[in-house]
Nanobody
Framework: QVQLVESGGGLVQAGGSLRLSCAAS????????MAWFRQAPGKEREFVGV????????YYAGSVKGRFTISRDTAKNTVYLQMNSLKPEDTAVYFC?????????????????WGQGTQVTVSS
């Protein structure tokens, strides 16, 4: 059973930085794609970015490109989301998700496994 546990959320001022972590367990993830999504109150879950476990190839939503960076540590089975130049509109619960088929997608229904989420609040 795949488990994803996010951590690292918190309160930060606009312009600041945070690094989220997603610890993955329960499988060998070499063929997986791992993604970050976020959901603000009253809004749909939104794609942030994705990384392939094997090669580390990344793809980002336009709203975060150039400010956010996804990376992975294969030895620690952990995926990271480094968030810089944070804006109040980045405030949301951030979720880690895993696709066993590695489809490198921005669609929520592609991902079979989800973490519980971690709150990020950016004050103005």
């Amino acid at each position: 059973q795949v488990q994803l546990v996010e951590s690292g959320g918190g309160l930060v001022q606009a312009g600041g930085s945070l690094r989220l972590s997603c610890a993955a367990s329960g499988r060998t993830f070499s063929r997986y794609a791992m993604a970050w999504f976020r959901q603000a109150p009253g809004k749909e879950r939104e794609f942030v970015g994705v990384i392939t476990w094997s090669s580390g190839t990344t793809y980002y939503a336009g709203s975060v490109k150039g400010r956010f960076t996804i990376s992975r540590d294969t030895a620690k089975n952990t995926v990271y989301l480094q968030m810089n130049s944070l804006k109040p509109e980045d405030t949301a619960v951030y979720f880690c998700a895993a696709d066993p088929m590695g489809r490198f997608s921005s669609r929520t229904n592609v991902y079979d496994y989800w973490g519980q989420g971690t709150q990020v609040t950016v004050s103005s």
